[in-house]
């Protein structure tokens, strides 16, 4: 018999059924009828072409083939329930790996995982760089950060942004824009071109110009004094979005993360 065509609902019922040697008392613990035990034990029997139950003047009386198989049944149900506790043990643990782009995780990703870390000293992460595709099944990744209009193909929530801003160093300096890769809008002019928006940001630190990055990696800076705003931020069809495939989404450790993160 093939193994996907194992009637394990009526192999449950029998070793019930077995242990009680009552159909009855085996109905109450599945939390079905009597009746409905009797029928899956009878299609059992049709499947497997022999007898599992005599009825007796002292009840109801395994047949040997019944007994043959059942030392065998209850170790296979044993090993589902160890293999059932192994797949939830990585729903309580307390390991994440994390993809995202690699100024995001050095100018706020990394500062935030610090900050939920010291509120649970069991956690860790194992941060990856994310590429334009994000291979979950690849890399075994439990969440990912992505830039872009949405969470694409996965489930996703937004991270809290103000959207885009413009940033020079203190003082003022040169108002030439910085470009890098991924930016709204590349200027012919630009004095300094850069692989993103945190080495943007750092070049404008330094007074070659104005950089127009989000507002989620300049928080840090501008909070600190490393660089001032030039005008208010603007809303913008783009944002990083935390995105996960369903199965990962539902994990109980995804979810503390992306409600941490995404507040």
């Known amino acids: 018999m093939k193994r996907t065509h194992l009637p394990l609902n009526g192999l449950r019922v029998l070793d019930a059924a077995a242990r009680h040697l009552s159909f009855t008392r085996a109905a109450d613990e599945l939390a079905v009828t009597p009746a409905a035990v009797g029928q899956q034990i009878r299609a059992l029997e049709d499947t497997l072409g022999v007898v599992l139950f005599r009825r007796t003047t002292k ?12 030392v065998a049944l ?4 044993l090993q589902f329930e160890e293999s059932v506790r192994a797949m ?3 729903q ?3 390991s994440l790996t994390i993809a995202a782009p690699r100024d995001l995780t050095a100018k706020w990703l990394m500062p935030r995982l610090a900050e939920i870390a010291r509120g649970d000293s069991e956690l860790r992460f194992m941060l990856v760089p994310a590429d334009e595709a994000i291979d979950f099944t690849e890399a075994n990744l439990d969440l990912a950060i992505r830039w872009g209009e949405g969470p ?3 489930e996703g929530e937004a991270l809290e942004s103000d959207g885009m801003v413009t940033v020079e160093r203190p003082g003022g300096g040169t108002d030439t824009p910085i470009a890098w890769a991924g930016c709204l809008a590349e200027d012919a002019g630009s004095l300094v071109r850069v692989a993103d928006a945190g080495l943007a940001l750092d070049a404008a630190a330094e007074g070659l110009g104005r950089a127009t990055v989000p507002e989620l ?4 800076d ?3 004094g490393r660089v001032v705003a030039v005008g208010a931020p603007k809303s913008s069809r783009l944002g990083y979005w935390l995105v996960a495939p369903l199965p990962q989404w539902r994990q109980k450790k995804v979810k503390t993360l992306v409600d941490a993160l995404a507040t």
């Open 59 to 70: 009840g109801l009386e395994l047949t040997p083939e019944a007994e043959a198989g059942l």
């Open 74 to 77: 209850r170790a296979g149900f």
């Open 88 to 90: 939830q043990a990585g």
């Open 92 to 94: 309580s643990s307390k």
């Open 152 to 154: 694409g193909e996965h």
């Open 217 to 220: 990696i300049a928080r840090a």
């Open 222 to 224: 501008l909070a600190a």
